[in-house]
């Protein structure tokens, strides 16, 4: 019997906390019974071993990242097969993951890469079960950010230096979009939150029963231009399932790519959801809409991702069944945290918990 073991990246720009979290997660999950496998950061290997990413020598630059992709391919394929044959359930962890490199690199030249290896950007994401994005201390917690944990850091811990990691953080965030797992984990104001947050996501993944927890929604207009943003367009159907059974088809689409994903909650006690989720492919989405249930109209809406202030916002503009609808929401805001919301969002009504702004519900709406 073919074993299912999942393969996770911890990724996120500098000083996110991805060394303590990797630590804490190999004791946790160990203490559970499992098995946890780490993939060590290839950039920092080869940093270490002599090579730089600011040589002026461009064939030394290119070799040097092309090393670097066939080295994280050929490591984490390694640890598969070593996870395969352990007789304990498995997983592995990466120390960032090969979509992390094209976020240093120009396009073309990742593009370069990537026919080299015989691979592209969509099939790179899809070795992942899961991606968690640790944001950056630079963005929202600056008085924790330090360059003195890793010695091959270039970002200096000043003003600029400060600049240059919240842009890294959001190329590395711009690189993964799209996968259908890819979380993210705020900044707060104690670093324990922040770790809690990333063992229950990983449970999540592993399909470990988790407490009921309300996403932080909020009714809200744009009253400015929103920053820089992950902008796809979404189209959401439900299907035909048991009582306690919530399954969720759906189509994200950006820049010409699609994702379609198979989402099942089932609530198996009344503070308690088991949630599984699976990628599937353009043909077997098309048959699972045959079995869309009736009651509820299918959920098309623009949805607009940004980190701001450490905290990361998904404002999701409905199309149908209902119009004029625009709802924030934001995720692992810890209990009695604040939500730093942006200047150019204008909130009308707190909704968390409320089931009419759940979209399973906004689904038995029609637009009049």
Same mark, same amino acid.
């Given at each position: 019997?073919?074993?299912?073991?999942?393969?996770?990246v911890?990724? *996120?720009?500098?000083?996110?906390?991805?060394?303590? =979290?990797?630590?804490?997660?190999? #004791? @946790?999950?160990?203490?559970?019974?499992?098995?946890v496998?780490?993939?060590?950061?290839?950039?920092?290997l080869?940093s270490?071993?002599?090579?730089?990413?600011?040589?002026?020598?461009?064939?030394?630059?290119?070799?040097?990242?092309?090393?670097?992709? $066939?080295? $994280?391919?050929a490591?984490?394929?390694?640890?598969?097969?070593?996870?395969e044959?352990c007789?304990?359930?498995?997983?592995?962890?990466?120390?960032?993951?090969?979509?992390d490199?094209?976020?240093?690199?120009?396009?073309?030249?990742?593009?370069?890469?990537?026919?080299?290896?015989?691979?592209?950007?969509?099939? &790179?994401?899809?070795?992942?079960?899961?991606?968690? @994005?640790?944001?950056?201390? =630079?963005d929202? =917690?600056? $008085?924790?950010? %330090? %360059? =003195?944990?890793?010695?091959?850091r270039?970002?200096?811990?000043?003003? /600029?230096?400060?600049?240059?990691?919240?842009?890294?953080?959001?190329?590395?965030?711009?690189?993964?979009?799209? @996968?259908?797992?890819l979380?993210?984990?705020?900044? @707060?104001?104690?670093?324990?939150?922040? &770790?809690?947050?990333?063992?229950?996501?990983?449970?999540?993944?592993?399909?470990?029963?988790?407490?009921?927890?309300?996403?932080?929604?909020?009714?809200?207009?744009?009253?400015?231009?929103?920053?820089?943003?992950?902008?796809? #367009?979404? %189209?959401?159907?439900?299907?035909?399932?048991?009582?306690?059974?919530?399954?969720?088809?759906?189509?994200?689409?950006?820049?010409?790519?699609?994702?379609?994903?198979?989402? %099942?909650?089932?609530?198996?006690?009344?503070?308690e959801?088991?949630?599984?989720?699976? $990628?599937?492919?353009?043909?077997?989405?098309?048959?699972?809409?045959?079995?869309?249930?009736?009651?509820?109209?299918?959920?098309?809406?623009?949805?607009?991702?940004?980190?701001?202030?450490?905290?990361?916002?998904?404002?999701?503009?409905?199309?149908e069944?209902?119009?004029?609808?625009?709802?924030?929401?934001?995720? *692992?805001?810890?209990?009695g /945290?604040?939500?730093?919301?942006?200047?150019?969002?204008?909130?009308?009504?707190?909704?968390?918990?409320?089931? &009419?702004?759940?979209?399973y519900?906004?689904? &038995?709406?029609?637009?009049?």
């Amino acid at each position: 019997m073919e074993k299912n073991i999942k393969r996770i990246v911890l990724t *996120g720009g500098p000083c996110a906390g991805k060394t303590t =979290a990797l630590v804490r997660i190999v #004791e @946790h999950f160990s203490n559970l019974g499992f098995k946890v496998f780490t993939v060590p950061e290839v950039p920092t290997l080869y940093s270490l071993g002599g090579w730089s990413y600011l040589t002026p020598n461009h064939d030394l630059y290119y070799e040097g990242e092309l090393a670097i992709l $066939q080295t $994280q391919l050929a490591l984490e394929d390694s640890f598969m097969r070593l996870a395969e044959t352990c007789t304990k359930p498995t997983f592995i962890v990466c120390d960032r993951g090969t979509m992390d490199i094209s976020a240093y690199i120009e396009a073309q030249m990742w593009d370069e890469l990537c026919q080299k290896c015989g691979t592209n950007s969509n099939a &790179l994401r899809r070795r992942y079960d899961a991606v968690l @994005h640790l944001v950056s201390a =630079a963005d929202g =917690a600056e $008085q924790y950010y %330090t %360059t =003195a944990t890793n010695s091959t850091r270039y970002e200096q811990a000043n003003e /600029e230096g400060l600049r240059l990691a919240r842009d890294l953080d959001k190329r590395v965030n711009r690189a993964w979009e799209g @996968h259908p797992h890819l979380r993210v984990i705020n900044n @707060h104001n104690d670093f324990d939150t922040k &770790l809690r947050r990333v063992l229950k996501e990983i449970a999540n993944v592993m399909e470990i029963p988790q407490p009921v927890e309300d996403e932080r929604t909020y009714i809200v207009e744009l009253t400015g231009q929103l920053p820089e943003s992950i902008e796809s #367009e979404i %189209t959401q159907t439900y299907l035909v399932a048991d009582p306690d059974c919530e399954i969720r088809l759906r189509r994200r689409s950006w820049n010409g790519e699609v994702v379609n994903v198979h989402k %099942t909650k089932k609530r198996i006690a009344p503070n308690e959801v088991l949630e599984t989720e699976r $990628q599937v492919g353009n043909a077997l989405y098309e048959s699972l809409l045959q079995q869309a249930d009736p009651y509820r109209a299918t959920i098309r809406k623009t949805r607009r991702s940004f980190i701001w202030r450490g905290q990361y916002f998904q404002v999701d503009t409905f199309h149908e069944p209902v119009a004029d609808l625009v709802l924030l929401e934001t995720k *692992g805001v810890a209990n009695g /945290e604040s939500v730093n919301f942006p200047p150019f969002i204008r909130v009308i009504e707190d909704v968390t918990g409320n089931p &009419l702004y759940y979209n399973y519900n906004i689904a &038995l709406r029609r637009n009049s």
